[in-house]
């Protein structure tokens, strides 16, 4: 069984800093892309926050570019989402994405459980 384990979030004033944690756990060879979906409260669709290729350049949606950083660590199977100067539309549900490379062979698609970040003074 493969899964992506998701970790961070919480309540923070405008201006602060947050990070996300995602973990691809299970008999994976390799990660081909990973990052960061979110759903903002009464939307029913989710927006490319950030995502990072096998190579380890890194897409970002144009609100965020600037203030959120993601980076990835193979070693480990593990990307991280650094959000700083945080603002109140960013408060969503964040959801890790990653495409992987199974040891058995093939590739799968994988969605984290999602978890809280809310923005407000």
């Known amino acids: 069984q493969v899964e992506l384990v998701e970790s961070g979030g919480g309540l923070v004033q405008p201006g602060g800093s947050l990070t996300l944690s995602c973990v691809a756990a299970?008999?994976?060879?390799?990660?081909?892309?990973i990052g960061w979906h979110r759903q903002a409260p009464g939307n029913q669709q989710r927006e490319l926050v950030a995502n990072i290729d096998s190579g380890g350049f890194p897409d970002y949606l144009d609100s965020v570019r600037g203030r959120f950083t993601i980076s990835r660590h193979n070693r480990n199977n593990t990307a991280l989402l650094h959000m700083n100067y945080l603002l109140p539309e960013d408060t969503a549900v964040y959801y890790c994405?990653?495409?992987?490379?199974?040891?058995?062979?093939?590739?799968?698609?994988?969605w984290g459980q999602g978890t809280q970040v809310a923005v407000s003074s």
């Open positions: 299970g008999n994976i060879f390799s990660i081909n892309n």
């Open positions: 994405h990653a495409e992987v490379t199974l040891m058995a062979g093939g590739r799968r698609r994988l």
